[in-house]
């Protein structure tokens, strides 16, 4: 998939395929191609992070994951996610955008990969650059949802949520 200039990862952090629709432990039908359009990625298959290590003079220990909104029918990944990825780790947090896939009828599939990207973080922590039990999740609009979502009723608790303008309804 090439993203336009303003999504692309920069080239010092490092990305992480989770599992795509035929390994994952659910599927959501979906079968590609991924696609981009003014800033938004649309029918998500593969489940990424994309990690931005914390500033090394300000770590905080803390590491969280990002998950960008979009109405879970595309992810807004650029501002939602790699922006507000770039500001935590300038300011000390550890944060991986999860690129996480569209639920297309399947409500559990965008939770599974909040999940699976907990448990990556949690693994992954001192490797890293910071505590596993310091492990939160972050997100805007849907992806506020899948945040408290997460911390809410998954077996793989994060930390800490922060929900900014979380869609507060399954409707």
């Not at 692309?8 to 191609?33: E, F, R, Y």
């Not at 595309?74 to 996610?81: K, T």
Request: a negative charge; one cysteine or more; hydrophobic letters at 40%.
């Amino acid at each position: 998939l090439a993203l336009a200039a303003a999504l692309t990862a920069p080239a010092q952090i490092k990305v992480v395929k989770l599992w795509d629709n035929a390994t994952a432990p659910h599927s959501n039908g979906a079968a590609g191609p991924e696609t981009e359009k003014k800033g938004a990625v649309y029918n998500t298959v593969d489940t990424e992070l994309f990690i931005y290590p914390a500033a090394g003079d300000k770590a905080t220990g803390q590491g969280v994951v990002v998950c960008p909104g979009g109405g879970y029918h595309n992810l807004a990944i650029g501002y939602e996610g790699h922006d507000m990825a770039r500001w935590l780790a300038d300011h000390g947090t550890t944060a991986a955008v999860l690129k996480y896939r569209m639920p297309n009828g399947h409500c559990e599939v965008p939770r599974n990969d909040a999940e699976q990207a907990l448990r990556i973080l949690r693994e992954h922590a001192a490797a890293w650059g910071y505590d596993a039990s310091r492990v939160g999740i972050v997100g805007s609009s849907a992806g506020g949802h899948l945040a408290a979502s997460t911390g809410t009723i998954s077996d793989e608790k994060p930390a800490f949520m922060v929900l900014f303008y979380p869609v507060i309804t399954a409707e």
